[in-house]
């Protein structure tokens, strides 16, 4: 190399030799400029600390192909100058055509005809860990010879589109080849303040025109002979409707060449299959366990890097790029621990939502984007909530409900017609799209249907909550949530299989702060006090204590059946107390559950207690519906269990016989329930 470029130098060449090797000569330079720059990243230099060394470790999986593959080029670029040496000057022309042949076996050489441009407004970091396998994808899709390809990244906010984006970019910096331009999209403004930037910095002809439309000028020039190769990457093109609502949306700026590539980072995977199809879109996951726990230790430095704190803490954040680094700056700036951290983000939610909104610094991000991770999923949520409301509204409903396995029978009262299903599967569909929901991909199967459930991500709910409470909808929203899983469970009737369904997210709206019914107390939710009832319930947007009590009492019968007596007895207790609160003492769904309360007391041995309610209900029922009424007659066979389990076989003998004559006249001697009643007393 040494030899050549001082013939190239000194003139000794002739012109057409000259214009053979030169592009050998570069193509040779700008190759092992990367070798070296792949050793530098992953080779362990001495002195370094454990940390280091260990992130350099995993950095250089997967690099070995890429090492192999420099490694081919440059010996077949040495072999040509070699020839050269070796060949009589008035070889020039083959040593033009080998040129030619290295670059139909492998990349398009350099063209001195182009100037080669390196814009990218984003700065570059070393504590970009793992994503091997996707960078790998990128290499395989992207600038390719004479082939024009794109590839979109799509994933969650603070999932890290944009830093693969950059860690791919930064691989062409001293490229010979190909120029990288960047173009920040997540506006029409931004769109095109990039592009006239661009414009401004290659010098295009018009570009300080005001009347030049820069957005087509670029585009001209992307696709003209001028440009050379290229790789543009497309920064946050969120909005469908500004990309692709008309025939003059931004997407049709995007320019076509088979000497260019795109890249583009999305968090709508419905514009990511509109600009690239299907099979060249990335959907970026969190991060694995060990990609994390280098990711921080990147950030906090060894003395931190004890791996039970670092796991609790990527555990904690879903191990979401963004929020790692987020708390890794907090834990920097205030000299804190990760286990102080973690004690104050476990606080509350409150607290969660406090850490996850703080700022900080970081260059790679857009400096116009806002930091926070509670900022960045609220600009996804505000999009969603303009172009598709009914998205919005099944967000905000499912975050009153657990976050795993929500049926899609939480999301909508009825469906009454096609239409009404196609808007569900297209507000579902563009949640999904987002990544802030996930459909299950195995469903329970209901009456020879599957009944569909999804994922809603841990943080997306935490943040979406924050935001209903900050616009004072979320009583609105809890109320809303209530009145519907209370419909679905009295709809699921005894199926063990629906109870299984509904049970943990009748659970969490139970517990939310304005019932606060998950404990082991049994008293009247605040909430209910001064509340006037429109006959048994209260009007629709406030939660209902009438409704409430039967939640309650759905899931006491749960309990019971599951055998899980104590349980049981502390569900059914709730219920009764709240039921005695909005309908009185004497109504019969306080007469009942007190009549449950005493069976599942006496199932535990409680025998004093249940003989007390059992003869209560037997006395109220008989004084409010008399005697032969089927209440009073399971109040007295309650009873008479009573006596038979604690060994007063003569008074639980007289209670049968008045029972079962009274059944006889209530149901008639041969019904099925006067068949039992004889049958379980033996």
Known sequence: MSNTKQQLESGTLDEQTC???????????????????????????????????????????????????????????????????????????????????????AITPPNINHKIHFIVPVQWNEDFTGREEHLSFLGSKLCQTEKHS????????????????????????????????????????????????????INLSGWDNPQTDVLQLLKDWFESEESGNWLVVVDNADD?????????????????????????????????????????????????????????????????????????????????????????????????????YLTLY????????????????????????????????????????????????????????DAQNIPESLLSRNIKDATEALLMEQALGLLQAYSMISQRH?????????????????????????????????????????????????????????ASRYMPHAMVILSTHQLQLQNDAVFVPTIFYDLELQGEHSEQGVICPTCTANLLNTIFTTHFENG?????????????????????????????CRYNEAVTSDNLGHSACSEQLFREVLATNIEIHGRLHKDSLKSLAGLATNYKNTGRLLEAERLFVEGLDLSKQIYGENHRDTLKFMQSFG
């Open 150 to 201: 794109r590839v979109a990244v799509v994933g969650l906010g603070g999932i890290g589109k944009t830093r693969l984006a950059l860690e791919y970019a930064a691989r062409f910096k001293k490229s010979a080849d190909i120029s990288v331009f960047w173009i920040h999209t997540a506006t029409s403004q931004r769109m095109k303040k990039s592009c006239r930037d661009i414009t401004k910095r």
């Open 564 to 592: 899980d007596m104590k349980m049981a007895l502390l569900y059914v207790r709730k219920a009764t107390v709240i039921f005695e609160y909005s309908l009185g003492q004497n109504h019969t769904a306080t007469l009942r």
């Open 240 to 340: 469908v409707e500004l990309l692709y609502s008309t025939s003059d949306g931004l997407a049709a700026y995007f320019p076509r060449s088979d000497r260019g590539s795109i890249l583009m980072t999305t968090r709508n995977r419905q514009v990511g299959v509109k600009f690239a199809t299907t099979r060249n879109v990335i959907s970026l996951p969190a991060l694995s366990d060990d990609e994390a726990s280098i990711l921080l230790t990147a950030r906090l430095g060894d003395k931190q890097s004890e791996d039970q704190d670092l796991g609790r803490l990527a555990d904690a954040l879903e191990r979401v790029p963004l929020a790692l680094v987020q708390a890794a700056s907090y834990i920097s700036e205030n000299e804190t621990t990760i286990s102080r």
């Open 19 to 105: 214009k053979a090797l030169l592009p050998v000569l570069e193509g040779c330079q700008s190759k092992i400029q990367d070798l070296k720059g792949i050793f530098g990243k992953c080779l362990p230099a001495d002195g370094l600390s454990k940390w280091v060394r260990g992130w350099k470790a995993v950095s250089s999986l997967g690099q070995d192909r890429k090492v192999e593959e420099i490694a081919q080029m440059i010996w077949k670029y040495i072999l040509l100058l070699t020839y050269h040496h070796v060949a009589a000057p008035s070889l020039s022309d083959d040593v033009a055509s080998a040129t030619a042949g290295v670059a139909a076996t």
């Open 346 to 401: 476990h606080a509350s939610d409150a607290s969660k939502i406090h850490l996850l909104s703080q700022d900080f610094e970081d260059d790679v991000r857009d400096p116009e984007l806002k930091n926070p991770v509670a900022a960045a999923w609220m600009v996804s949520f505000e999009y969603i909530k303009k172009y598709c409301p009914q998205a919005a509204d099944f967000l905000c409903m499912m975050c009153m409900f």
């Open 442 to 498: 195995s469903g329970t199967m209901a009456r020879d249907h599957q009944v569909r459930s999804y994922d809603l991500h841990r943080l997306v709910r935490l943040v979406t909550r924050n935001w209903l409470a900050m616009h004072a909808t979320f009583d609105h929203w809890t109320a809303e949530a209530f009145e519907l899983i209370s419909l679905r469970c009295m709809d699921s009737g005894k199926s063990p299989e629906a």
